[in-house]
Each structure stands twice: as C-alpha cells, then as structure tokens.
C-alpha cells in the first residue's frame, strides 16, 4: 500500500504564491510519474503537472510558467511551487502516484486564490 498526504493548500491573493507538499509512504518502489491534479466542483479533475522518474516535466498549458513541480527523493515527497496564482486556480489539488499497473491518490488539499 502507498499513502500520499497533501498539505500546504490555503488562501490566498491574487498574483501571490504557496507550495503544495506531497509526502508519499509505504511501498514506493518502482514509482513511474509523480503529479499534481486539481478539480473545482462540477468539471473534471484536470492535470496540473507531472514528473517522471527520469526527472522530466509536464504542465498544463494552463499553469506553464507559473506552477514548478519537483521531487525530493531522499523524503520521498513531491512539490508543487506555485506563482502568480489566479482566481481560475481555485480548486481542491490531489497528489498521485503511478505505478507500472495502478495509481494512487492523496485525499486533496484546497487552494482558494481570492481577494
């Protein structure tokens, strides 16, 4: 079993910054991808960004530019730096874990951009 647990979700202003931090437990070997989705009520979840155990990065064109995803192997967590946030990014943000033949999913952490 893996657990993943979010945390670092707030609110906050317009055009102001927060990190999400993801710690992942358990059998964590052979992890494939590591990344960051976000979903607000009534859409689909959508992918923010994702690493590759190879170390490469993927973004929504949504957040390129503007979100950072990175890993620290040594605490086996995954971040998510995120700038120049705006309203649009409102959304409850899960962190995930691919493996070879299934996923798993951290109980997501609200991020609120608002004046």
């Known amino acids: 079993q893996v657990q993943l647990v979010e945390s670092g979700g707030g609110l906050v202003q317009p055009g102001g910054s927060l990190t999400l931090s993801c710690a992942v437990s358990?059998?964590?070997?052979?992890?494939?991808?590591m990344g960051w989705s976000r979903q607000v009520p009534g859409k689909e979840r959508e992918l923010v960004a994702m690493?590759?155990?190879?170390?490469?990065?993927n973004y929504a064109d949504s957040v390129k530019g503007r979100f950072t995803i990175s890993r620290d192997n040594a605490k086996n967590t995954v971040y998510l730096q995120m700038s120049s946030l705006r309203p649009e990014d409102t959304a409850v943000y899960y962190c995930h874990v691919r493996f070879p033949s299934t996923s798993y999913w951290g109980r997501g952490t609200q991020v609120t951009v608002s004046s």
């Open positions: 690493i590759t155990s190879g170390g490469n990065r």
């Open positions: 358990g059998s964590i070997f052979g992890i494939r991808t």
